[in-house]
């Protein structure tokens, strides 16, 4: 295994990305995210396509609905050991 080599991130995903695929893996429409949450669609669909920044605060609310930590809405491409380096 000396020739071993970790792979290498090849795909960037944004914030509204992120968002996206939560949702869709959890197989809820925007309008029932907008239900589970209180923010209306258009937001969601805004924040979605990156015409909107999502914020730390919206951030927590669909954290909450999507089951998940803020951390992985806000900080898609974050990799622990890049900040090692």
Known sequence: MKNFRPAKKR??????????ILRELQELSQTQLAA?????????SAIENDRVNL?????KVFARALKCHPAVLL???????DEAA
């Open 75 to 81: 900080f898609p491409g974050w990799n622990e050991m």
């Open 36 to 44: 589970l949450t209180g923010i209306p669609q258009a937001t969601i």
């Open 55 to 59: 914020g730390v605060e919206r951030a």
């Open 11 to 20: 795909v960037e995903v944004t914030v509204g990305e992120s968002l996206r």
